[in-house]
């Protein structure tokens, strides 16, 4: 079960690693373009929307969010961008280099949590 686990796993990092290149290719459609960037910019944003310390709902979008959210940006981008940004995301983590950060991701997720508290301070105030 672990070593099925672990191919998942690696499959998905490899798909991630793909519509990072599939966005910037010139032959993915703009609703394709749009859709993955934000899956790209989620998986890469080292932090993450639902923090992990809260049960269950922490590591649902891990096991579930994130995976259909991958599943649905390749399915958007055509089988031929595909193929390509396959190989290309394959020769970059051949190379080890290391995984792309996205930084204004994780801004805007703190900027969201931040946003909720507040909004939930003056609720419970007034």
């Known amino acids: 079960m672990f070593q099925t686990l672990r191919r998942w796993a690696k499959l998905l990092k490899g798909d991630v690693v793909m519509l990072w290149f599939a966005y910037r290719h010139p032959q993915t459609p703009l609703y394709a373009k749009i859709f993955t960037v934000l899956i ?28 259909l959210g991958i599943w649905l940006a390749v399915k958007m ?7 390509e940004c396959r190989q290309q995301a394959q ?12 930084y204004i991701a994780a801004a805007v997720f703190v900027a969201l949590w931040i946003l909720l508290a507040w909004l939930l301070w003056r609720w419970l105030v007034n």
């Not at 709902?57 to 995976?67: A, H, K, R, T, V």
């Not at 981008?77 to 193929?83: E, I, K, M, N, S």
């Open 77 to 83: 981008v055509p089988a031929p961008v595909v193929a």
């Open 40 to 67: 790209v910019a989620y998986a890469f944003s080292p932090i993450d929307l639902i923090p992990d310390f809260i049960p269950v709902l922490g590591l649902l979008d891990e096991l579930l969010l994130l995976p």
């Open 91 to 102: 020769a970059w983590l051949d190379a080890r280099k290391p995984k792309p950060q996205n």
